[in-house]
């Protein structure tokens, strides 16, 4: 019989000792502003905006802004976003 | 977006469902949700991907609109300790056998035999360097794994390194890291790319890294280059979470990424080496991290002239690229780089002929040009992506367009140099996706 004690090479992550809970859901999208965030990559931005379209035609008063970001986004472009808007859709392209 | 309080839904492919869980989990985000589409984007036509989109708009709803539970709270946790696995085999071979098997499994191996890791070798190898084991040289992305001097030094041993390359592994992942806000492009892209390590400095001479014949290939003369480049690949995976699959989600893959490690020719360049053209002292010894796209192999042994042999280079390095040309990629041309990687007899040919460095660049800048038609393809579907200063282009025919030659990159100042190799007149090109990022190798013990 023979033991072989070897040390687990896998590091933790920094988002498995800092960990954050998702933010507090509104109960309808109406009235609010939706950002359509993209990184440039093909076809990202058609499924925004057709997602802003029907969220639109789905819910009152919902106004929608795009924000045509890029790899890696600016970090001016992500600050104005999140002043801007109430909640965000996301795409990259993949 | 979420941890500022906005609720947030990600448009998700399938095959990428892992990658955005374990991205979303590298940032703490465990709860975070999609809405899942049945293929990638890139490739579909607009009325496909409307189609997609409106099939998954009511789950788009459902994620912005319902609580997963969370309250935007932030806990926190120490740190743990390095865990011990314990392998009962019949003998030392079947424990060996067993050990890769497992590895493998849980995806901690390259796919090669790995060294196993016991205690006491990864013990010997901290005694490589100068710096304690628990100390956090820096965080590596995708997964944000903390690249304490222990996991650095655990998979050097499992890739074979020796206690003296540890140093080099440190300087490796500070370069890495070095690579800034073009680390995640390097390590997750669908594309190939991968790191290049080129050792400059005294270093490489003491320890035997071959700068030489076959410098990039296998065999006993690369044995040391072989295992630094295995390891910094084991460090993104085991370290840095970038596992084929999860955070690496390159379509085809490379050879390359197995590992690549290189130093540079010192002793027959004609020019100053790449680290004291960086601002490095002669004597320090560096690290230079390239985030490689491609590779390709120049073969000229017909030419003795400067103007001759850099022609080779800039045509053979003219590929089109153009992505100045278009509008949907505005952060990316500034980043792009071209790697000429001479053979000692070329440059020689250059640096005797009284050419410094920057002539070669002007040189072959000026003379790395396709065709305007080329370059437009990449616009060919999407014509309205093309910056407006460059739309006359479209207005040409193809005739036209393929009798203008323009630049396929940006600037004679994106070209990066450095002399590796034996005696021959063969070249390479690496493209890159990135400035290089060197770090000095400190800590040696």
Known sequence: MFTLEVLNPVAQSEGEIKVSGTARRPRSLDGLTLG??????????????????????????????????????????????????????????? | MEKAGKPSVGIVSVGFERDAMATARAFG???????????????????????????????????????????????????????????????????????????????????????????????????????????????????????????????????????????ILIAACEAYTGLGDRVRAMAMSTSTHAPLMVINGPIGREIGINSKRCAMGPGAQSRH????????????????????????????????????????????????????????????????????????????????????????????????????LDQGHPGWDPYYRLLLMFGPEHANICGTAGWSKNAVREYVYNRCRTSARRLLNKVLCTPDKIRPQWEWLLKLSEWEQDQIMLPVMGSASNIEMVVVGGPAGKNLIYRCIAPPSTAIIKDRA
């Open chain 2, 225 to 324: 280059n072989i295992v630094l480049g295995r390891a910094l690949r084991l460090i993104m995976m085991n370290v840095g979470h970038c596992y084929p699959g999860h955070m690496d989600l390159d379509t085809i893959g490379t050879a390359r990424k197995f590992g690549m490690c290189v130093a540079e020719n010192e002793e027959e360049t004609p020019w100053q080496p790449l680290h004291v053209e960086k601002g490095f002292d002669q004597e320090e010894s560096t690290v230079t991290l390239f985030a490689t796209r491609d590779e390709i192999d120049v073969n000229d042994l017909d030419n003795w002239t400067p103007e001759g042999v850099l022609n080779s280079m800039a045509f053979f390095s003219a590929i089109p690229g153009g992505e100045y």
């Open chain 1, 36 to 94: 359509l965030l993209w990184n440039s990559k093909r076809g990202g931005e058609i499924a925004l905006v057709k997602a802003g379209e029907l969220i639109s035609n789905r819910f009152k008063d919902v106004k929608v802004i795009r924000y045509d970001g890029s790899m890696p986004c600016d970090k001016e472009l992500m600050e104005r976003a999140k002043q801007e808007c109430d909640v965000f859709i996301g795409s990259t392209g993949d």
């Open chain 2, 29 to 167: 985000l465990p709860q975070f949700r999609y809405a899942l589409f049945p293929e990638v984007l890139t490739g579909l036509t607009p009325e496909r991907i409307k189609r997609d989109t409106a099939d998954a708009v009511d789950r788009m709803v459902e994620v912005l609109t319902t609580d997963a539970g969370g309250n935007g709270n932030t806990t926190a946790a120490k740190p743990k300790a390095t865990d011990r696995l314990k392998i009962d085999a019949t003998d030392s071979y079947d424990a060996f056998e067993k050990m890769n098997r497992q590895f493998l499994e849980l995806e901690w191996s390259d796919g090669f035999p790995i060294i196993p890791a016991t205690p006491e070798k990864v013990e010997r190898m901290l005694k490589g360097a100068t710096r304690s084991a628990e100390d956090v040289v820096t965080v590596l992305e995708p997964g944000n794994g903390l690249a304490t001097v222990e996991k650095i030094a655990i998979n050097a041993v499992m890739a074979g390194c020796e206690p003296a390359h540890l140093p």
